[in-house]
């Protein structure tokens, strides 16, 4: 009695131990990743403007017109590649739909076929087959999963990706700006605040990846601060020769 309650107790904790990562990374991911795109080219933009030594109006001018271009444009093309790969989604499962309508027994052993190239014994897949094959719409939906890789009951809307997009970039290209606005007075403010938050950005990264935080952070703080240290180089070397 006293084995079989061990034996349970050792199931019960390898089951409650055996957790993966979030491998897609959920919201996670496009949300962190629409805030750093934002952060980096808005700094950059606002290091290059600031490098051609221009006045103070120019550069947060500059930083907000950076801000609702690359939001706008970032919500513009998250929504039409998203739609265009639903209307994709949504012509091939048509297609999948005609075939199970017309032949439907060629379907069933194609699908007791794919059971069997993974090790079930034929006579079962068949069986497996034939039992998920009376529901049209179950079958739909498993060689949607099976030959194409989707579900199509969690299909993505472009309408969401896009605001998510719009929002996500305008947070991170709003870092920079946001100095200027509460008064600072030279470019780097912005920088420090942006640098700050390139490393808050690749720390949170890390939670869906196998890096350590700090090196995921100081990783994407080097990045961003190289391109708005080439961005200013640029800048002031087109302002002297426009100068």
């Given at each position: 009695m006293a084995i079989i309650e061990t034996e349970a107790t050792l199931h019960e904790a390898h089951r409650d131990n055996h957790t993966h990562r979030?491998?897609?990374?959920?919201?996670?991911?496009?949300?962190?990743?629409?805030?750093?795109?934002?952060?980096?080219?808005?700094?950059?933009?606002?290091?290059?403007?600031?490098?051609?030594?221009v006045s103070q109006h120019t550069v947060v001018l500059s930083g907000l017109a950076g801000l609702a271009a690359g939001a706008f444009s970032m919500a513009a093309g998250e929504y039409?590649?998203?739609?265009?790969?639903?209307?994709?989604?949504?012509?091939?499962?048509?297609?999948?739909?005609?075939?199970?309508?017309?032949?439907?027994?060629?379907?069933?052993?194609?699908?007791a076929a794919l059971y069997e190239s993974?090790?079930?014994?034929?006579?079962?897949?068949?069986?497996?087959?034939?039992?998920?094959?009376?529901?049209p719409e179950q079958a739909l939906e498993i060689h949607a999963r099976e030959e194409l890789g989707i579900d199509p009951g969690d299909l993505p809307s472009p309408t969401v990706a896009a605001v998510s997009s719009f929002?996500?970039?305008?947070?991170?290209?709003?870092?920079?700006?946001?100095?200027?606005?509460?008064?600072?007075?030279?470019?780097?403010?912005?920088?420090?605040?942006?640098?700050?938050g390139l490393f808050l950005c690749g720390a949170v990264v890390a939670k869906v990846t196998a890096r350590t935080w700090w090196y995921s952070g100081l990783r994407q703080l080097l990045l961003g601060g190289a391109a708005a240290g080439v961005?200013?180089?640029?800048g002031t070397l087109f302002g002297t020769a426009v100068g």
């Open positions: 979030d491998v897609n990374g959920g919201w996670l991911r496009p949300a962190v990743f629409g805030a750093m795109d934002g952060l980096v080219s808005n700094l950059a933009l606002m290091t290059g403007v600031a490098g051609g030594n039409t590649s998203v739609a265009s790969q639903r209307e994709l989604v949504e012509a091939e499962l048509d297609v999948e739909r005609r075939q199970l309508r017309k032949h439907p027994k060629d379907e069933e052993a194609e699908l993974r090790g079930v014994e034929p006579r079962l897949a068949r069986e497996v087959a034939r039992q998920l094959s009376e529901d929002g996500s970039f305008a947070l991170g290209a709003l870092i920079p700006v946001a100095p200027y606005l509460l008064g600072a007075s030279s470019i780097w403010p912005a920088v420090l605040l942006a640098l700050l961005t200013y180089a640029l």
